[in-house]
């Protein structure tokens, strides 16, 4: 794995889900995050999918002519639309796989509102960067409010002595995902400047 991040924001992973939620601002951010991307120049790694969330983003960034690179298990090729209509779409063997690959591929990663495959990425790209294998840039957008009950389970860990009092410091948690490229490359910057964010 690659530990460090590049000196600029090049290509962010973004987790989501593949429905679109009970709440019209988060498709509303999905689009703003997409379109985002493509006037910033910065390439949308995502999970392949043209459904839900994923499909919205991909879309935005596709829409302003930015690149999107999708990454898709072939397994899910029989019950998932993929969107073929993307930059580069890359099948893969199995849902390990994908996550690596993805992981390969990013410079930072953002999670916007999904449901159990945003949570399994989330948490393993987090314990991964526990256990120091990457110190990659990991913003949640707590679009609506979404994340606020994660946080409070996150900080019970702590709080039960299952999870290390620092550990707050491996992700970042912004409100509104206008923020979420320049905390990303924040992050980039004092990573680089010799900051680590890891405890």
Same mark, same amino acid.
Request: with cysteine.
């Given at each position: 794995?690659?530990?460090?991040?590049?000196?600029?924001?090049?290509?962010?992973?973004?987790?989501?889900?593949?429905?679109?939620?009970?709440?019209?601002?988060?498709?509303?951010?999905?689009?703003?995050?997409?379109?985002?991307?493509?006037?910033?120049?910065?390439?949308?790694? #995502? !999970?392949?999918?043209?459904?839900?969330?994923?499909?919205?983003?991909?879309?935005?960034?596709?829409? !302003?002519?930015?690149?999107?690179? !999708?990454?898709?298990?072939?397994?899910?090729?029989?019950?998932?639309?993929?969107?073929?209509?993307?930059?580069?779409?890359?099948?893969?063997?199995?849902?390990?796989?994908?996550?690596?690959?993805?992981?390969?591929?990013?410079?930072?990663?953002?999670?916007?509102?999904?449901?159990?495959?945003?949570?399994?990425?989330?948490?393993?790209?987090?314990?991964?960067? &526990?256990?120091?294998?990457?110190?990659?840039?990991?913003?949640?957008?707590?679009?609506?409010?979404?994340?606020?009950?994660?946080?409070?389970?996150?900080?019970?860990?702590?709080?039960?002595?299952?999870? &290390?009092?620092?550990? &707050?410091?491996? #992700?970042?948690?912004?409100?509104?995902?206008?923020?979420?490229?320049?905390?990303?490359?924040?992050?980039?910057?004092?990573?680089?400047? !010799?900051?680590?964010?890891?405890?």
């Amino acid at each position: 794995m690659t530990k460090e991040p590049s000196s600029r924001l090049n290509a962010l992973c973004v987790f989501c889900g593949s429905s679109l939620g009970a709440e019209p601002g988060y498709r509303q951010a999905a689009e703003r995050l997409g379109r985002h991307l493509a006037e910033a120049g910065i390439t949308l790694v #995502f !999970g392949g999918g043209h459904v839900g969330l994923m499909g919205v983003v991909a879309g935005a960034v596709l829409k !302003g002519g930015g690149r999107v690179v !999708g990454v898709i298990p072939d397994h899910l090729l029989k019950v998932e639309s993929p969107f073929r209509e993307i930059s580069e779409l890359i099948v893969v063997d199995s849902m390990h796989t994908r996550k690596r690959r993805m992981f390969d591929l990013a410079d930072a990663f953002c999670v916007l509102p999904g449901g159990l495959g945003t949570l399994d990425e989330t948490f393993e790209i987090l314990t991964w960067k &526990q256990l120091h294998l990457h110190n990659k840039p990991i913003v949640l957008a707590n679009v609506e409010g979404y994340w606020t009950p994660w946080m409070a389970l996150f900080e019970a860990t702590v709080a039960k002595g299952f999870v &290390q009092p620092g550990a &707050q410091r491996l #992700f970042s948690m912004v409100d509104n995902v206008d923020d979420v490229l320049p905390c990303a490359q924040r992050e980039i910057d004092a990573a680089l400047a !010799g900051e680590p964010k890891l405890f």
